[in-house]
């Protein structure tokens, strides 16, 4: 139970990260249109 809490924990902690680098590569275009279509 406990490996099945810490994979899960480890699953949304790196999609976490993977939707604030996408969302940060994204400001850096200055394409704010984009950014409201995609929240």
Not at 3 to 29: D, H, M, P, Q
């Amino acid at each position: 139970m406990l490996a099945t809490g810490l994979l899960f924990y480890a699953l949304e902690y790196c999609r976490s990260l993977a939707i604030t680098n996408w969302r940060e590569s994204v400001l850096r275009k200055n394409n704010p249109g984009f950014v409201l279509a995609k929240v």
